[in-house]
């Protein structure tokens, strides 16, 4: 996985959109907005089991896969791509581990306020705390199949940001969590 500031300038969101000269962003800098992520790659004939201890360290019960694609959504998938790529929370960890195809998690650093883009391609598990602003979108290849991991039920909601969201409790437990509220 790649992670670099987003350089917020107009444009198709499925492209790079990276400052140049880039702009990285540390591990040490994701793990202080508490923002994990492991590689585990796809071909390695043990990844179901190094995938399975990651689950089990982080109390996931539940798992399902999912595929984005033009192919396999048809007249929604325009509808479906601009609706991840609206800003929002969920009140609970969004965890994904990429089997296929690519794409980018756009994600708020807190206090600051601006988008760090990670890119993430198969093999890349990447944990979205609860309460952190963030956002999804394909890259050109305009396909992903990933797994999603829960630690209950299956379940995708999303809290789209708007003024009353900073006030959302999993917001204000995530700003404390990173010592920021």
């Not at 400052?19 to 591990?27: E, F, G, K, L």
């Not at 019960?61 to 991840?84: A, M, P, Q, T, W």
């Not at 956002?135 to 708007?162: C, I, M, Q, S």
């Amino acid at each position: 996985m790649r992670a670099y500031y987003f350089d917020n300038l107009p444009g198709d969101q499925r492209l790079p959109h990276d400052y140049i000269p880039s702009r990285p962003v540390s591990d040490e800098a994701l793990s202080a907005i508490n923002v994990h992520h492991w590689r585990i790659p796809v071909e390695d004939d043990d990844h179901e089991e190094k995938l399975n201890a990651v689950a089990k360290e982080r109390g996931y019960k539940n798992r399902d896969v999912i595929s984005i694609s033009k192919e396999g959504l048809g007249d929604l998938y325009e509808e479906k791509i601009k609706g991840f790529y609206q800003e929002h929370l969920h009140e609970d960890e969004e965890i994904r581990y990429i089997l296929e195809g690519s794409g980018f998690f756009d994600i708020r650093e807190a206090p600051q306020d601006e988008w760090i883009r990670l890119a993430v391609a198969p093999g890349d598990l990447l944990v979205v705390p609860a309460g952190i602003y963030h956002r999804f979108t394909l890259d050109e290849g305009n396909k992903v199949r990933t797994v999603r991991l829960f630690k209950d039920e299956p379940k995708w909601h999303a809290v789209y940001r708007t003024t009353e969201t900073d006030a959302n409790p999993t917001r204000v437990d995530y700003l404390r969590s990173i010592q920021v509220a």
